[in-house]
């Protein structure tokens, strides 16, 4: 039986971005032949990323140092014949060069793991069973990791650190390096942000990000009514073009631009991450879903309900930083307008619903393809428009005093502090006994088929209004393609479902030559489009493949996209009162203007 199991993290080779790590495994008598295993992906991101392709140089001794056989068993595990050693030191090296939230990044000046990606776990073994992980900085780093001390006797001169059992290691995110640091205190528990690199955020930005922070948890707190962590951590990882977060039982590792700061949407966007994933320390980690109970970290965890604990974050995120008073209401509706448009624009709505988009995350939402606008849709996106619609339902229903909030009340009640796994086909039971409310057709329409969401009636009982127009002025037909340019090329990126150029067999790949015999260019296909309407056929040339092929589409009509969420001019006062309590504030239209004497 496994008696113990300390890793050693150590970095001697940053520069060419390794990191070398040691598991020492005591155990009470011979262990014979052991298997060691990687884990294939980490909570919260559901793909399977393969995260044994980055070890190499495995071995392995017995605690006196004698060399043992070690081999590849799988493609994410080792055997290990131990024969009668009690004691065994595996060895290996870890390329850490993916900056992202749920991979591994070293270089000269700081250190981002993730659990998952870093350490490996005895097969068989109980999962109950606590392991030590020791980290030895190099010269100058600040060490950053959510896990208590331990008293463990270090085995190479480095910090001890306890995870009580295997969950909390592959929950534990670890920022090593030359770090800016801010303590501050939500409620009275500690929370700190680690920012890598050094002086990325000036002095002011930070300082003004932690004190939305604060706002930010302090409207959650009040939300669920209890804060269920004593110590928080924000590991804020700043890099160009960068964007991302990976929630953790008491930290979250983020990703955004070091300008993030400076441009009133970037900062928007930067807070709305913040509160979405300081969210899931309530819901996806403490209130979960039975399919993610337990993790199993040797393939996929399915679950239908990630339009919930994903898409539902999504729109409690921005809903909450509105709260908090950190964006006006007409800010949060060009937001809610941006979702919806998204919805309404993406063709595989008609084609997945949101139980299938949860359930197939393992094989779609992080490998997308030409084909993807056609063939799936987000349980993110779709799924906070869903959410946005269903509390709607619900405040207009009890003239504001039931809503989503209710429900989120209630699931941490009956099951995140009981550590209860909610059950995969609770919701329209849920919504009912919470709410009073039953949207158990609303619900099959919108989350278990693929009916078009009604949101212009759903929101019109809010006194609020969609607005849709053409974008591009003049512009009445349209090809059905998504294409991107490059280099004054213009290329075929998608053929959307059921448009004329999906009938004429244009394909992704093709480069648009010519329009009835004119060149085309970035500029001017617009104009190509004003001089005809829909149904008029054009002769298109495209290059495929190194070949010129001319093909005859039929111009469809252009479909409105929503542009904006509008207050009614002539909304009830019950309706504003509505909006109120659900925003916390009205739209300035709907503010009364002060007279002038």
Request: proline share 5%; glycine share 6%.
């Amino acid at each position: 039986m496994l008696v113990s199991q300390h890793h050693v993290l150590t970095f001697d080779d940053v520069a060419a971005h390794f990191v070398d790590v040691e598991l020492h495994l005591a155990f009470d008598g011979p262990a014979g032949r052991i298997v060691l295993a990687m884990p294939v992906w980490t909570p919260g991101s559901y793909l399977v990323r393969e995260y044994a392709r980055h070890v190499q140089e495995l071995s392995a001794t017995t605690g006196a140092r004698a060399k043992l056989v070690a081999r590849k068993e799988r493609k994410d595990a080792w055997t290990i014949d131990a024969d009668r050693s009690k004691e065994i030191i595996v060895r290996y090296r870890l390329w850490c060069h993916e900056l992202t939230v749920r991979t591994n990044h070293v270089d000269r000046t700081h250190a981002l793991l993730c659990a998952a990606a870093t350490f490996l776990y005895v097969e068989g073994s109980s999962p109950e069973k606590a392991a030590t992980l020791e980290i030895v900085p190099r010269e100058g780093w600040s060490v950053v990791i959510p896990l208590p001390p331990s008293d463990a006797t270090p085995r190479a001169g480095g910090r001890c650190f306890l995870a009580e059992n295997r969950d909390a290691l592959y929950d534990t995110p670890v920022s090593l390096g030359v770090l800016d640091r801010c303590e501050f205190s939500v409620n009275g528990i500690p929370h700190q942000y680690a920012v890598w690199p050094q002086d990325a955020l000036t002095g002011n930005e930070l300082m003004s990000l932690v004190d939305d922070t604060r706002k930010v948890l302090e409207v959650e707190h009040q939300l669920f009514g209890t804060a269920p962590y004593e110590r928080y951590s924000f590991l804020l990882n700043l890099a160009p073009d960068a964007r991302g977060g990976l929630e953790h039982d008491h930290a979250t590792t983020l990703l955004a631009s070091p300008f993030a700061c400076r441009k009133r949407k970037d900062y928007l966007d930067l807070l709305t991450l913040v509160a979405h994933e300081a969210f899931h320390l309530w819901s996806v980690k403490r209130i979960r879903p039975a399919g993610l109970a337990p993790y199993k970290y040797d393939r996929e965890n399915y679950t239908r309900l990630l339009w919930w604990f994903e898409g539902g974050t999504s729109y409690f995120d921005w809903r909450i930083v509105r709260l908090a008073n950190l964006c006006t209401v007409e800010e949060y509706f060009a937001h809610l307008a941006e979702e919806l448009n998204y919805v309404e624009q993406t063709p595989g709505r008609f084609v997945q619903s949101l139980e299938e988009a949860s359930f197939d995350a393992w094989v779609k939402l992080y490998r997308p393809d030409a084909n993807t606008a056609n063939s799936t849709v987000s349980y993110y996106r779709k799924g906070e428009v869903v959410c946005l619609l269903l509390d709607a339902r619900i405040r207009a229903a009890t003239n504001g005093e039931k809503g989503l909030d209710d429900v989120q009340g209630r699931l941490w009640s009956d099951h995140g502090r009981l550590a209860r796994p909610v059950p995969e086909n609770a919701f329209p039971d849920y919504f009912r006994d919470i709410t009073g409310v039953d949207l158990t057709a609303d619900h099959d329409a919108w989350v278990r088929k693929t009916a078009e969401l009604p949101a212009d009636d759903v929101l019109a009982a809010l006194g609020l209004r969609v607005v849709r127009k053409v974008k591009a002025e003049g512009v009445t037909t349209s090809l059905g393609l998504r294409l991107k340019t490059s280099g004054g090329h213009v290329t075929v990126t998608t053929v959307l479902r059921g448009s004329g150029s999906e009938r004429a067999g244009l394909a992704p790949g093709d480069e648009l030559i010519a329009i009835n015999g004119w060149r085309v260019t970035e500029s001017n296909l617009d104009t190509h489009l004003r001089t005809h309407d829909a149904d008029d056929d054009l002769r298109i040339l495209v290059s495929r493949d190194g070949r010129i092929v001319e093909s005859k589409v039929t111009l469809d009509a252009a479909r409105p996209e929503v542009v904006a969420i509008e207050p009614m001019a002539d909304a009830s006062d019950a309706q504003k009162t509505l909006v109120a309590k659900w925003l916390g504030g009205l739209p300035a239209a709907w503010i009364p203007k002060e007279k002038t004497s």
